[in-house]
T-cell receptor, first 108, second 112 residues
Framework: GEDVEQSLFLSVREGDSSVINCTYTDSSSTYLYWYKQEPGAGLQLLTY?????DMKQDQRLTVLLNKKDKHLSLRIADTQTGDSAIYFCAQNNNDMRFGAGTRLTVKP | ETGVTQSPTHLIKTRGQQVTLRCSSQSGHNTVSWYQQALGQGPQFIFQYYREEENGRGNFPPRFSGLQFPNYSSELNVNALELDDSALYLC???????????FGQGTRLTVV
């Protein structure tokens, strides 16, 4: 199966919270990452979490890590139209393995 | 501090030709990784260079090759281009092989 799996689509209303979920396979990953990609652009590092943490908060972003279930989530509070993009979860053990990406659509 | 820059931004090549893509790493970074992102998919790891040596390779054929230079910039070479090589090629640099990677804007390669 795939190393990293994500649901493909998420649609929310402006001002709501968005939660993007990810499952991964490699329990030895030191870091887990969230990247954002806007149309026609490269990947922008949003945040990352060290594998011995279970939560990290950075302004509107909250990352939750459940190592037992190998589940990672990204919560975006007060989602704005500018948050519309594709979000990738990735695990890193010298080579970074990405999910297929979740396309977040924010409706006014 | 400059970020990761890639050139060219767009490129059209004919099947069977060869192509070279270039990447300048972020200042202070000694590790460069290359990824292929096909339309609608996540990036796939091609290979990584650390201090001018290949430091890992994904599931790509030998016609995908690379170099890293003493200033830590890098090249990706693809020989005998196939139609399926059409993709966005992303370069990422990092302080070390296992730390967070910062991506360039990519080179969009179209093979016709």
């Amino acid at each position: 199966g795939e190393d990293v799996e994500q649901s493909l689509f998420l649609s929310v209303r402006e001002g709501d919270s968005s939660v993007i979920n990810c499952t991964y396979t490699d329990s030895s990953s030191t870091y887990l990452y969230w990247y954002k990609q806007e149309p026609g652009a490269g990947l922008q590092l949003l945040t990352y979490i060290f594998s011995n943490m279970d939560m990290k908060q950075d302004q509107r972003l909250t990352v939750l890590l459940n190592k037992k279930d190998k589940h990672l989530s990204l919560r975006i509070a007060d989602t704005q139209t500018g948050d519309s993009a594709i979000y990738f979860c990735a695990q890193n053990n010298n080579d970074m393995r990405f999910g297929a990406g979740t396309r977040l659509t924010v409706k006014p | 501090e400059t970020g990761v820059t890639q050139s060219p931004t767009h490129l059209i090549k004919t099947r069977g030709q060869q192509v070279t893509l270039r990447c300048s790493s972020q200042s202070g970074h000694n590790t460069v990784s290359w990824y292929q992102q096909a339309l609608g998919q996540g990036p796939q790891f091609i290979f990584q260079y650390y201090r001018e040596e290949e430091n890992g390779r994904g599931n790509f054929p030998p016609r995908f090759s690379g170099l890293q230079f003493p200033n830590y910039s890098s090249e990706l070479n693809v020989n005998a281009l196939e139609l399926d090589d059409s993709a966005l090629y992303l370069c990422a640099s990092s302080f070390s092989p296992s730390t967070e990677a910062f991506f360039g804007q990519g080179t969009r390669l179209t093979v016709v």
